[in-house]
């Protein structure tokens, strides 16, 4: 993390820093949408940014990516070591991990909810003995913890013009629709580890089944029932967006071209992937490199627009705001329109 990044953050302590520059790494390394996005948010955000996605990604990782060796008992075991280790820094003491230490900084200092970080470690140890998920209404249960709070954690460091409440569901709402993106874009993977996250009433609907999944993924063959299964899944993905997209105009001027961006380029895994013909079960759809840029770059002209404006009417009294856009759960919506 840079220097400036931390000093605009009021981080001071050394190992504090060296806490916050870890996460910051891990972000880099296997966040490059969410990291691309958090480019767009002042230097002082950054840091608190980079500690929730730091504390996520370690937790997932003592889920899927420890040890192979490891069973479940072991992965719980380090679940529970990482939930103690979280306790004692949100109680004011020092965290062994760093990034639970910077974690802990970032819940102080922004007053997050403690529940959001606990639902959150309650979903990863889900992971460890559910292997599916019956409905579309069960999975959104699993969902609170593992992508609704952390919409929720996320708020109060970008900010609200407005009671923050009016922008809670819409945030969560965000973060279920980031993660249906990304249970669609890993299918494989997931199936992989013995993980099917597209619900079975989805896949019932059209014929599917778990060995039919597997077929399609050992041989690399395609099936019509499987792509229109995940084609469903899509479009529940994409109405998860539209619920989600009227809440970007509720949060901070200066933060709206950061989510604004995440909104796009998530959106565009959706069309990277349709773009396959769903064929996700052997390949990881991606959203090229130059529509990355062009957005990234959109996303920086609307933020100095958004600072030259912040300068400008500070010590005004604020605008009345506009209201968001409504729409119905039918309506479509591109990801341009959010832009």
Known sequence: MTARELDAA??????LRAAYTRCRELNARHGRTYFLATRLLTPGQRPAVHALYGFARW?????????????????????????????RGLAGGTGAEPVVRALA???HRYAIDHRHLTDFLASMRSDLTVTDY?????????????????????????????????AEPYAAELGVAFQLTNFLRDVGEDLDRGRVYIPQDVLAAHGVHRDLLHHCRDTGTTDHRVTAAFEEFASLTRAAYRRAAPG?????PVSQPCI?????????????????????????????RRRRALVAADGLIRLA???????????RPAPAAVPPVHRTAHAPVRHEEIV
């Open 59 to 87: 937790a997932d990782d003592i889920v899927d990516s420890l040890d192979d060796t490891a069973g479940p008992d072991v992965r719980a075991a380090a679940l529970d070591r990482l939930a103690a280790d979280l306790a």
């Open 105 to 107: 900084d970032t819940a």
């Open 260 to 288: 604004r961006t995440a909104f796009v380029l998530y959106g565009g895994i959706l069309d990277a992937v349709a773009a396959t013909g769903y064929a996700v079960l052997r390949h990881r759809a991606v959203v090229p």
């Open 305 to 315: 627009a958004a600072r030259t404006a912040a300068r400008r009417t500070r010590g």
């Open 248 to 252: 970007v105009a509720l949060l901070d």
């Open 10 to 15: 009021g981080v001071t302590d050394p190992e």
């Open 134 to 166: 019956a409905t579309y209404a069960e999975l959104r249960g699993y969902m609170h913890g593992s992508a609704a709070v952390i919409g929720l954690q996320m708020l109060p460091v970008l900010g609200t013009p407005g009671p923050r409440e009016e």
